[in-house]
């Protein structure tokens, strides 16, 4: 358990009771849960120890986005570009499980190398904010090696502030963030019906 004292400082970054370290990240962590409109509880008690407890909404189910009522995909070829590698890998789950396949890649870069060596992917997913080379930069690149598929972009609230800068020729959707996996799935099927 903690005292007093310590549970005051608990949420301070980088606070740490040890010699060394960094903190344990519960900056991070209740600000991940307030991102979803939930909260998180603590009790400790020195000698009795500690629990938190996270409470998140559930979120009533919205009609029509329900996963048995979104259509699979029939093995496109869907480029995902996303700089976190957690993000990637839930993502790159989350879309092969609906009948599509996938082709990662961790920045603009490297999106560029795989179209380069595998060819024009049916659908680019990529997150809107990226460091090594911009969402905007990427598209542009898309643009002159011919994609001419859908561009679905991952975009937070400063969607506006990209949007203007975005090629005007490419065939863009947006999906906020965090990702909603029956937004995401929904728009992939609407744009791979539409070809």
């Given at each position: 358990?903690?005292?007093?004292?310590?549970?005051?400082?608990?949420?301070?970054?980088?606070?740490?009771?040890?010699?060394?370290?960094?903190?344990?990240?519960?900056?991070?962590?209740?600000?991940?849960?307030?991102?979803?409109?939930?909260?998180?509880?603590?009790?400790?008690?020195?000698?009795?120890?500690?629990?938190?407890?996270?409470?998140l909404p559930l979120p009533e189910a919205i009609s029509g986005s329900?996963?048995?009522?979104?259509?699979?995909?029939?093995?496109?070829?869907?480029?995902?570009?996303?700089?976190?590698?957690?993000?990637m890998i839930l993502l790159r789950d989350i879309i092969e499980t609906?009948?599509?396949?996938?082709?990662?890649?961790?920045?603009?870069?490297?999106?560029?190398?795989s179209i380069e060596a595998e060819g024009l992917p049916d659908v680019?997913?990529?997150?809107?904010?990226?460091?090594?080379?911009?969402?905007?930069?990427?598209?542009?690149?898309?643009?002159?090696?011919?994609?001419?598929?859908?561009?679905?972009?991952?975009?937070?609230?400063?969607?506006?502030?990209?949007?203007?800068?975005?090629?005007?020729?490419?065939?863009?959707?947006?999906?906020?963030?965090?990702?909603?996996?029956?937004?995401?799935?929904?728009?992939?099927?609407?744009?791979?019906?539409?070809?």
């Amino acid at each position: 358990g903690m005292s007093e004292d310590v549970r005051k400082r608990l949420f301070t970054p980088f606070f740490t009771t040890k010699e060394k370290g960094t903190g344990l990240g519960l900056m991070s962590c209740r600000r991940i849960i307030a991102n979803h409109q939930g909260v998180m509880r603590l009790a400790s008690e020195p000698g009795q120890g500690t629990t938190f407890s996270i409470y998140l909404p559930l979120p009533e189910a919205i009609s029509g986005s329900v996963h048995g009522e979104i259509a699979d995909g029939h093995g496109e070829r869907v480029l995902v570009v996303i700089e976190r590698e957690s993000k990637m890998i839930l993502l790159r789950d989350i879309i092969e499980t609906h009948g599509y396949v996938v082709s990662p890649a961790e920045n603009g870069t490297v999106a560029v190398q795989s179209i380069e060596a595998e060819g024009l992917p049916d659908v680019v997913v990529m997150d809107a904010q990226m460091n090594l080379m911009t969402g905007v930069r990427t598209a542009s690149k898309l643009l002159e090696l011919n994609f001419q598929g859908p561009l679905i972009l991952i975009a937070g609230k400063n969607r506006q502030a990209i949007e203007h800068d975005l090629p005007p020729q490419l065939n863009i959707r947006f999906v906020d963030k965090p990702v909603d996996p029956d937004q995401l799935l929904a728009v992939l099927a609407e744009e791979t019906r539409r070809e």
